[in-house]
């Protein structure tokens, strides 16, 4: 382009001295050499192109410097929309990428194969590790992984988690089924009937409260959701069911009010300390514990225990997270950590998100990664005790590769 230009403002001084008749001289046409030098550098240029185009067209997302203007967070959701845990999701994740510096865009990808599986397996294989793409985690996905089952391509200790969410539940019995009590859950004549879902989901913290009480209890699995198991126990189909704290208030509240159920105990929370705590949003039901000391009037089994709250930890107190790849740029986790923490903490953001929280803090201090790093890390013999259970009491064999 510059020797074109050069030429031209040549040949305009030509013809302004020679006068207007005068044509300018031919250029002389490119030697051999020349033309395959050029060639060969437009090759280069052209296969330079190809194999780093995605450096020239897309350069990599500079979210290290406390800056996140111009990207977008990819958020991927391993479950179907319109869920619990895809509003989550999209609310919490509305709300950070608003508040961290830059106002980055979100978008959202659902992948709800295999009940969340499938999803997570493919953030972990393709996600970028640069603060832009974050995975979203919940019961679903931690139970497979905690029972190492075969399709399971992931593991959370290559993650590092940006914040967590957790949840409680309420165990209740149908009073028609001769259930008062927490004393009425053992040395019965007939079973109760609990409804389930699946042994292998949310249903398992429950499943082994039952098991750590000697409960008298049988199961019935393949409903389709809590909501379903509730309208169940109200027609007598089933005797025993627990919610999570953001449907008792609407589904099971007004049975305890006119006397068709009553509230047993609640599953409890895991503090900072790794004991096992009344639920802040239950403080008038007993935990497992509790009522494994009305009935017994001692402590339970040490091994039984810990196999509880271990699960109890996994699927509750820690129950959604918000992870990025561990190759994460430390700069950009802790930015992404430190603007939830703020934004969890101001009264605003508390007020709007009560009632997707369930009532429960959004949890993103510094010391976030070791504690959920510790309750993540589940030892050999929980998981054996875990999979005892489901093959002994349930007739389910995880096939372990």
Known sequence: MTQHVDEEDVATTADEDAGPTQDPPERPAPTPRLAGAVLAGFTALAVGVSVLGGDFLNPAASTADGDYSGETVEMMIPLAEGGGTDTWARFVGAELTEAVPGSPGLAPVNDDGGEGILGTNHFMSSA???????????????????????????????????????????????????????????????????????????????????????????????????????????????????????????????????????????????????????????????????????????????????????????????????????????????????TAEEMGAKPEFQKSAAEVLGGYPLDASPDLADRIGKAYRVDESVRQDVLELLENDYDITIDQG
């Not at 996905?141 to 959370?156: A, C, I, K």
């Not at 199961?219 to 509730?230: I, L």
């Not at 096992?276 to 339970?300: H, M, S, W």
Request: aromatic share 8%; proline share 7%.
């Open 128 to 338: 970028k590790a640069d603060g832009t793409e974050v995975l979203v985690s919940t019961a679903s996905t931690v139970v497979p992984y905690l029972l190492d089952m075969p399709s399971v391509r992931y593991d959370f200790n290559d993650l590092r988690p940006i914040l967590a969410n957790g949840t409680g539940a309420v165990v209740y019995a149908r009073t028609g089924a001769g259930v008062h009590g927490i004393e009425d859950l053992v040395d019965r004549d007939k079973p109760l009937i609990f409804g389930g879902i699946a042994a292998t989901s949310l249903d398992l913290t429950t499943m082994l409260a039952f098991d750590l009480l000697s409960a008298d209890i049988d199961s019935t699995f393949g409903f389709e959701g809590r909501g379903p198991v509730n309208l169940a126990l109200q027609r007598g189909e089933v005797d025993i069911d627990y919610q999570t704290t953001s449907a008792y208030e609407p589904a099971v509240a007004p049975l305890i009010e006119d006397g068709t159920a009553v509230p047993l105990f609640s599953l409890g929370q895991v503090n900072e300390d790794g004991e096992i705590v009344r639920d802040p949003n239950f403080p008038d039901l007993p935990t497992v514990v509790e009522a494994y000391e009305k009935i017994y009037g001692k402590q339970p089994d040490p091994e039984a225990l810990e196999t509880y709250r271990a699960i109890l930890a996994l699927t509750y107190t820690y129950q959604k997270a918000l992870w990025v790849p561990e190759d994460t740029p430390d700069e950009a986790v802790e930015l992404l950590r430190s």
